[in-house]
């Protein structure tokens, strides 16, 4: 379904990432047609605010995506590798729509669950099982649906004991524990995972991993974005190296770690 974009301009709705409908372009997850994302860095607040009504106030210009195509079939699993500043966040955020091109097409087939700002969304007065419904509106589930789920979700997050309880008495590790426990029970279609690994302490470190690998033996798509190459080497069959806001490489994901390791 497309996404709601209410509140907003509608030149702002129309770069929101479309989905597709029936059966048109089954196979395709997520596909980039010639997307670019400039952003304009004022020298102060003041200046910014007056950007937005006049043209000509001195900026600078970021491009941090240039004229990307990509394409993500489902269920391939892809490692986007690049050093800091190379756009893999403006990547991110695109498909999930937090932010949008400046130019070009995003296309997303699917139930997006994204692994980034794990704590973000939660209502700091609700209770973690409110969080639970909360999170999962918000990703487009019905409270049925929800409902079947939260058993699972709790016993992940290994908060029993706390469920009932206010999120602003959690820990960070905690709210992780949940956010992420979320993510990856609600049966994404796309899995969209940015270094959250780290997430708690060892044991539970472990337990993540061996989850997201559990769920990779369906019919999932995962896009993994990492610094840590020998773990996209563990998850992803498929490599794509991006530098300067362009893709460099892509390819098998051996030949992408050892391109990624030269330049």
Excluded at 60 to 71: I, R
Excluded at 105 to 133: M, P
Excluded at 135 to 160: T, Y
Aim: glycine share 8%; proline share 2%.
């Amino acid at each position: 379904s497309m996404r709601s974009a209410s509140g907003v301009t509608a030149a702002r709705a129309a770069k929101w990432p479309t989905c597709f409908k029936g059966n048109d372009m089954d196979d395709i997850a997520i596909r980039f047609t010639g997307v670019s994302k400039i952003y304009k860095l004022y020298s102060s607040s003041r200046r910014r605010l007056l950007g937005i009504f006049f043209k000509r106030v001195p900026h600078k210009v970021k491009k941090a995506v240039v004229d990307m195509n990509l394409t993500i079939r489902r269920g391939e699993s892809v490692a986007v590798l690049g050093r800091n500043g190379a756009g893999k966040s403006t990547l991110l955020k695109m498909i999930t729509g937090v932010t949008f091109p400046t130019d070009g097409e995003i296309e997303v087939n699917g139930i997006v669950s994204a692994l980034l700002e794990l704590t973000s969304g939660f209502d700091q007065e609700f209770t973690g099982r409110e969080n639970i419904y909360l999170k999962g509106r918000i990703l487009g589930l019905r409270d049925e649906e929800i409902a079947k789920l939260e058993p699972e979700i709790v016993e992940f997050a290994e908060l029993e004991e706390y469920i009932d309880q206010p999120v602003r008495t959690y820990s960070s590790g905690m709210k992780a524990r949940l956010g992420f426990s979320i993510c990856v029970n609600i049966h994404p279609e796309i899995l969209i995972v940015d270094e959250a690994l780290s997430v708690g302490d060892r044991a539970f470190r472990d337990k993540c991993i061996k989850k997201i690998k559990a769920i990779m033996q369906g019919d999932i798509t995962m896009l993994f974005v990492t610094h840590a190459v020998e773990t996209a080497r563990a998850f992803c069959k498929r490599g794509v190296v991006m530098k300067a806001g362009r893709i460099v490489f892509d390819g098998d994901i051996d030949a992408a770690i050892e391109y990624y390791n030269t330049k």
